[in-house]
């Protein structure tokens, strides 16, 4: 079974569990790209694959997308986004995570080393910094193609909540969250705007320091609400984003995990910043003026993406 030949764009997604199979919706409903669906369980890739093609003729989609656990039908995509992963559990840490799903992303990266080799990758998998970075050791990638999903997301978990604080459109505010994709995640109000003012200067300090919080807390809230899983709308709709940007050549500033190599005084490390997308990947990597304290919390972040990093032993 393969793909027919055309001048498609081509996403394969690795994991159409929650997160895959919603994000494989939103490409189609978007009529963005032919998708493949990878997953272990092949009958679970299948299945959503047909059930996805039916929707086609109602929501006038002429995209192709097929179900398989066969990783050869990835050849030519332009991206693969790696979602492949056990999600976490109520009470379970992202860091709890880092054994299992390292075992899963050194399967999924040789796959797609020997069948995509010109991809884009992006990874979703948590705990996603550490993910992400041995993602990129596995691949051998060029490191403007090679990213992780966080920033995305946890700038609209920021923005959404200052909106019902400030009772404003969600819509009127863009805000801006660097670091880990984790509690050491570093929002950074000062560059995070309503209606043109920074967030910074509209909350007292109460009110900073709770946003800031509950923005840290979220992605743990709705594990705990959900009882089984983890978020998919928001971390979906934040993958879409982030695959417009790069196949329709945006040139879009969006926060995401990538590889510095100096920029904020760090090197060597996968973590959440400011960086332009475009059709090449990573075109460019926006250094923010950042004050001591904010400088503190990014290394704070990033001291602990490197104590969780030595644990895996990485051998590329
Ligand atoms: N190869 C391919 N697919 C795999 C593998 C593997 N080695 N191991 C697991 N999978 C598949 C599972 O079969 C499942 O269908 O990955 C899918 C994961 O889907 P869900 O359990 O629904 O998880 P989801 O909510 O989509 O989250 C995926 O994203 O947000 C993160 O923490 C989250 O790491 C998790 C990932």
């Not at 656990?69 to 056990?86: K, M, N, P, Q």
């Not at 992202?94 to 990266?109: F, G, S, W, Y």
């Amino acid at each position: 079974m393969a793909m027919a030949a055309n001048n498609n764009d081509k996403v394969s997604i690795v994991g159409a569990g929650n997160v895959g199979a919603m994000l494989a919706q939103r490409l189609l409903e978007h009529d963005l790209s032919d998708v493949v669906l990878v997953d272990i369980d092949e009958g679970l890739s299948r299945g959503k694959a047909c059930d996805l093609q039916d929707a086609s003729p109602i929501i006038g989609c002429e995209k192709e997308v097929i179900g398989t656990s066969d990783y050869s039908i990835i050849e030519g995509s332009d991206i693969v986004v790696i979602t492949a992963g056990l999600p976490r559990k109520p009470g379970m840490t992202r860091e709890d995570l880092i054994q299992k799903n390292a075992a899963i992303i050194r399967d999924v990266a040789s796959q797609v080393r020997k069948f995509a080799p010109q991809s884009i990758v992006i990874v979703v998998t948590n705990p996603l910094d550490i993910m992400a970075f041995l993602a990129y050791k596995l691949l051998g990638f060029e490191a403007n193609k090679v990213l992780g999903m966080a920033g995305v997301l946890d700038s609209a978990r920021c923005s959404n909540i200052a909106a019902e604080e400030l009772g404003i459109a969600r819509t009127e505010i863009d805000s801006v969250v660097i670091g880990s994709h984790d509690t050491n995640m570093v929002p950074l109000l000062r560059f995070s705007q309503a209606q043109g003012t920074a967030l910074d200067s509209i909350l007292d300090n109460e009110k900073k320091a709770s946003l800031t919080e509950k923005v840290k807390r979220r992605g743990a809230e709705i594990v705990s609400l959900l009882k089984s899983g983890s978020a998919f709308f928001a971390p979906s709709a934040a993958c879409f984003s982030m695959i417009k940007s790069i196949l329709k050549n945006e040139h879009l500033t969006q926060c995401a995990s990538v590889l510095l190599n100096g920029e904020y005084g760090l090197r060597d490390i996968f973590i959440g910043v400011p960086v332009v997308l475009g059709r090449t990947g990573i075109e460019k990597i926006i250094e923010l003026e950042l004050t001591r304290k904010e400088r503190e919390k990014l290394k704070n972040a990033a001291d602990a993406i490197k104590k969780s990093v030595i644990s895996l032993n990485i051998q590329p």
